[in-house]
């Protein structure tokens, strides 16, 4: 099998909910999401999706996806897209890091592969755990009342995890923290996100006041440093996220014990094929992940569902399902929740098929 061409669409992704609001004053109301197929002289056809949280989240914006992707396309032309450490190693070559650009051509390698050998991707990637697996409820960043209202809402509809928007003012968070705790049951898991958010001294502030209640810390500040020095300052549990980049933080953040548990994303590492080694290295080291991507629709809420049903449920803090936030099916199979649960599909590869009609023209061929 070899890779004869390369499509590159784009769609649009409306926010059920209007907007999506989180640290540093970002919010974002329609995602911008790339789409690749990868086609084969076979007949087969692989998919993958990348669809960063705007352009002032991380170092990854969706022209940029769309830009880098169309300088990579020529370089995977004629590799057997099953060969997946080669294939990655060309595209290192090819273009020096921009891991998220690399990300939505090795999601469509893997599709491409479990096509191939009629497994799934969750079987491909181990296996998987039991049924399906808890999700946690992003709860956008707005007033303590609301915020609260808002995890009572999700609680009805059967998620027991919730992550909150935090990383404003120390006050204002101090009562988001207390008053969705207010809202939740014994057993239920509750983690206050600031998104790198706070200054050294606003979240000394915060985890001191919430000392009481039980939450987990999720990257308070913007270097890993300052999110450190916080860590030593209390006994919450703590997850790191946006400076978890690569095996190599992993390393370092599990040898200064910097953390509890990761935030792993998909195409913040490159893809399906670098998540799963940073997986693996978790599971082999005991560290419980969150394993999730910046945002997606379908395709990437397949692609993390495969991951995360393949990891040992007792290291999976949570998952999510982007694909329920949004307005807009962008491919049939694709998992979709119950009760604030999801499992992955069984068909081969990702087990979906966008739809031509919401994919539209390509931007770009190779």
């Keep these: ?10 769609v649009d992704l409306p926010l059920l909910e209007g907007a999506y609001n989180w640290a540093n004053q970002n919010s974002v109301s329609v995602f911008d999401t790339t789409v690749v197929a990868i086609e084969t002289d076979t007949g087969l056809t ?10 002032a989240y991380l170092p990854a914006y969706a022209a940029g996806a769309r830009t880098g992707i169309a300088q990579l396309a020529p370089a995977l032309i004629g590799l057997d897209p099953t060969a997946l450490g080669v294939l990655n190693r060309r595209m290192d070559q090819a273009l020096r890091g921009h891991p998220y650009v690399k990300s939505a051509l090795d999601m469509a390698c893997w599709d491409l592969l479990g096509k191939a050998t009629g497994q799934s991707v969750c079987q491909l990637l181990g296996g998987r755990h039991g049924e399906d697996f808890a999700l946690y409820r992003a709860i956008s960043q707005d007033t303590p009342e609301a915020m609260a209202e808002r995890v009572a809402h999700y609680r009805a509809e059967g998620y027991t995890k919730f992550q909150l928007k935090v990383g404003g ?18 057993g239920d898991v509750l983690i206050a996100d600031a998104n790198t958010g706070w200054t050294l001294h606003a979240a000394a502030r915060v985890v001191d006041a919430v000392r009481e209640l039980d939450v987990f810390i999720e990257q308070p500040c913007a270097s890993y440093e300052a999110c450190l020095s916080v860590r030593r300052r209390t006994p919450k549990p703590f997850v ?23 935030n792993l994303k998909i195409s913040k590492v490159g893809g399906l094929t670098r998540a799963r ?33 393949s990891t040992p449920p007792e290291l999976l803090l949570s998952a999510t399902d982007f694909n329920s936030y949004v307005g807009v099916e962008l491919a049939a199979g694709a998992p979709r929740r119950v009760a604030g649960r999801l499992a992955a599909p069984l068909e081969p590869g990702l087990g979906i098929e966008p739809h031509a009609v919401v994919l539209g023209e390509p931007v770009h061929v190779s």
């Design 277 to 309: 080694e940073i997986r693996d290295f978790c599971v082999a080291m005991g560290l419980p992940m969150t394993i999730e991507d910046s945002w997606g629709g379908d395709i990437v809420t397949a692609a993390l569902a495969h991951l995360a049903h």
């Design 169 to 186: 003012a120390p006050h204002t968070d101090i009562r988001r923290i207390e008053q969705a705790a207010a809202r939740l049951e014994p």
């Design 240 to 262: 790191l996220d946006e400076v978890m980049d690569g095996m190599a933080a992993v390393a370092r953040g599990l040898a200064d014990g910097a953390m509890d548990a990761i």
């Design 1 to 10: 099998m070899r890779i004869s061409r390369i499509r590159v669409h784009q």
């Design 46 to 55: 692989g998919h993958g999706e990348v669809c960063p949280l705007g352009p």
